[in-house]
């Protein structure tokens, strides 16, 4: 009774704590163009904006007087700070600043610049000024769960250094920011549980990234053709709105080891060029249109742990060999049209792994759907080899009455910020390949949804959630324990789920 007594009294005050915290509709607006009010007039900095700006200070190099321009105009931009993150912000020492990390540069390590910004979870409210262009020795940028709102200025373009971009859980708005186009080293970029709208650039595709996070905004359009240029090992596109199918390039991403399209609009049939992603791990493909039978080229997920293509309008047979594999843990195909399955993908027939089969068409199996429900669409079999990109992308057959909701939406990741500032070692003159951690255990429900990861101890609750749904802390690599040798190769994030 004491256990249940606590649990309800932290419940209580989580709730109390997020209500106060939370801002607005109209706090949002008016950030947004008190942001908008400040940008120049094509929304970048001049070139020779840094000596236009009087600074009553002395710095060691010119490179540590930009930065503090560029501080100094963020913390004039902060509207809520209820935790008081940013209180040390204050004189020339930018070094000492609370988030803030310092490391030799990489063209001289005898000047010191700042090369990192870490805000993680510390749920301020205000909006990113034009100024912050003048970072440019900044690799990292992690402002995960906080309140910041408007658009990514496009000072961004200038911060070519930068190798992780973590921009998760904020109310940021516009087009997809093009700016990330324009930094090369880039291998991590996350803009889950934001409100960017409209399409993916194709080239974002072609960039050397290894993480690319896009799940739970307003997009809405096709996936680009160039999907299968990434290099990338984890991509997420749940919780959008994205149309048209799957490209059939998808099998030429040979470095992939997650991909989650859960809950969008994408039709179609599945192409046969997914049985080439040997090294994947989850496929998710829940909550669309999907269409037509399943690929005998299927079998070629070696190695997949999760698989989930419910709540589809998939039909045909299910293969003994999908639900026999060595390597599966989990394989949902509920909410279908499947009319046959192997006697081995009938739940309970693995103890080890989860199958779930219900409401399709299956003969002489319990919670199936009915024969008036059924007909429709299994007397007309779809051929994927004829029709447009494997099938048509109309939206499911499903009536709203008959089909409960969509898959819940999976944990989202949350790096972990570091947890103090040691001094920097060298920097190499150039930095060496990134150094790949062992990914950490899959979540559960399988494929996702679990407390984070085994890498650290597990960080405090997050601030209150800017919007619903809240993603939950996700597993990061940790940090390595110096900003130094993250600066020079920081080590890209390897995340089991979505």
């Known amino acids: 009774m004491q256990a249940y007594r606590c649990f309800f009294i932290l419940l209580f005050s989580s709730i109390l704590f997020s209500l106060s915290c939370a801002l607005s509709d109209h706090e949002a607006s008016f950030l947004a163009r008190r942001q908008l009010s400040t940008l120049p007039e094509n929304g970048n900095l001049p070139d020779n904006y840094e000596f236009e700006v ?97 658009i990514v200025p496009e000072s961004f373009s200038k911060l070519t250094l930068m190798h992780e971009l973590d921009l998760s859980n904020n109310r940021l708005v516009g087009p997809f920011p093009k700016v990330v186009l324009n930094m090369p080293s880039l291998k991590y970029l996350d803009l889950r549980f934001n409100n960017f709208e409209g399409e993916l650039p194709p080239q974002l595709f072609d960039k050397d990234l290894d993480a690319l996070f896009l799940n739970d905004n307003r997009f809405v359009s096709t996936i680009p053709e160039t999907l299968g240029n990434s290099s990338a090992s984890v991509m997420t596109f749940a919780n959008n709105k994205f149309h048209g199918c799957i490209p059939n ?50 079998n070629g997920l070696s190695h997949v742990e999760h698989l989930d293509l419910s709540h589809n309008s998939l039909t045909g047979f299910v293969p003994e060999n999908l639900c026999s594999s060595s390597s599966l843990k989990s394989f949902k195909f509920s909410f279908n049209y499947f009319n046959g399955e192997a006697k081995g993908c009938e739940p309970r027939t693995r103890k080890d792994v989860t199958l779930d089969d219900t409401n399709n068409c299956l003969p002489d199996r319990p919670k199936q759907k009915s024969q008036k429900q059924c007909q429709p669409i299994v007397s007309k079999p779809i051929d994927c080899s004829k029709a447009k ?94 900003i130094g040798s993250i600066y020079a190769s920081p080590p890209p994030p390897i995340f089991k789920g979505y």
């Open 389 to 482: 990109c494997g099938g048509p992308s109309s939206k499911s057959p499903h009536k709203k009455n008959e089909v409960p909701p969509k898959p819940k939406t999976p944990p989202t990741p949350k790096p972990q910020p570091p947890k103090q500032k040691p001094n920097p070692p060298p920097t190499p003159k150039s930095p060496p390949p990134p150094v790949h951690s062992p990914p950490p255990p899959v979540h559960s429900p399988p494929p996702v949804s679990s407390p984070p990861p085994p890498v650290h101890s597990s960080p405090p609750p997050p601030p209150p959630p800017v919007h619903s749904p809240p993603p939950p802390p996700f597993e990061h690599v940790v940090l390595p324990p110096n």
């Open 249 to 298: 390039t998808i099998g030429k991403m040979s470095n992939l080891d997650e991909i989650v399209f859960m809950n969008n609009d994408l039709g179609g049939c599945l192409p046969v060029e997914v049985g080439l992603l040997k090294n994947v791990t989850v496929f998710n493909a829940a909550g669309n249109s999907l269409s037509g039978i399943l690929p005998k080229t299927l």
């Open 54 to 150: 009087k600074v009553e200070y002395t710095f060691p190099n010119s490179r540590l007087r930009r930065a503090y321009i560029a501080l100094k105009a963020w913390k004039e931009a902060v509207y809520s700070d209820p935790s008081k993150f940013t209180s040390n912000w204050k004189g020339p020492d930018v070094c000492n600043y609370k988030g803030v990390f310092c490391s030799p540069a990489l063209d001289d390590p005898n000047v010191t610049v700042v090369a990192g910004i870490d805000l993680n979870h510390a749920d301020i409210a205000g909006y990113l000024p034009v100024e912050l262009g003048l970072l440019t020795d900044a690799a990292l940028f992690h402002l995960n769960s906080n309140r910041f709102c408007g």
